[in-house]
């Protein structure tokens, strides 16, 4: 049974690029949430995406942007890099947007914005 | 105030010995309540669920206090594999996750 898988695992990108992360959620699971990760700090909630629109969104400008794919695996872009963009970004998946579903990680990909 | 707030760590703690981490959380209209744990350059892991009747997983105990926003995970008999980071999670009414910035604790022999 296929976890939740991430690509690239690591990328390096210089401000004002652009960033294309990709997603596949574990087998069986239909929704993708995506969360940046600052150093010692927990994870902070990007967005949801289920049935290919975005369910809910968490305090990011609109450089972050996302989609879901028919076959349910996910891309998350950012626009426009700034230092500050640097991060671990995860993704999740889980079965149905459903309050208190539990949510399963991949192993993230590591961004630095030089 | 943050919306999820853990103990400050680190917890050093030495092998056999109990441990226990507090969670306070601001969104009194919170629904569903998690721990989640972190080794070091991992993803988060789901540790366990956290229920208004309190639940126990082997040496794991998790409870929650509504009435006071609190949430709190007891490990016993800590074991050198516990050594972790270990992130309160609290689920709100829009559906998304809220996460502390997690405790540390190093479980040393």
């Known amino acids: ?114 | 105030r943050k919306e999820v707030e853990q103990d400050p760590g680190p917890f050093n703690v030495p092998e056999g010995a109990t441990v226990a981490f507090n969670c306070t959380y601001s969104n009194s209209a919170s629904q569903s309540f998690f721990w989640y744990r972190q080794d070091c350059r991992k993803e988060p892991k789901l540790l366990m669920s956290v229920y208004s009747s309190g639940n126990e997983d082997g040496r794991f105990t998790a409870q929650l206090n509504r009435a006071s926003q609190y949430i709190s995970l007891l490990i016993r008999d800590s074991k050198l594999s516990d050594s972790a980071t270990y992130l309160c999670v609290v689920n709100d009414n829009n559906n998304d996750m809220r996460f502390g910035a997690g405790t540390r604790l190093t479980v040393k022999p």
């Open chain 1, 1 to 114: 049974d296929a976890g939740v898988t991430q690509s690239p695992t690591h990328l390096i990108k210089t401000r004002g690029q652009q960033v294309t992360l990709r997603c596949s959620p574990k087998s069986g699971h239909d929704t993708v949430s995506w969360y940046q990760q600052a150093l010692g700090q927990g994870p902070q909630f990007i967005f949801q995406y289920y049935e290919e629109e975005e369910r809910q969104r968490g305090n990011f400008p609109d450089r972050f942007s996302g989609h879901q794919f028919p076959n349910y695996s996910s891309e998350l872009n950012v626009n426009a890099l700034l230092l500050g963009d640097s991060a671990l970004y995860l993704c999740a998946s889980s079965s149905g947007p459903q309050l208190g579903e539990t949510q399963y990680f991949g192993p993230g990909t590591r961004l630095l914005v030089l």
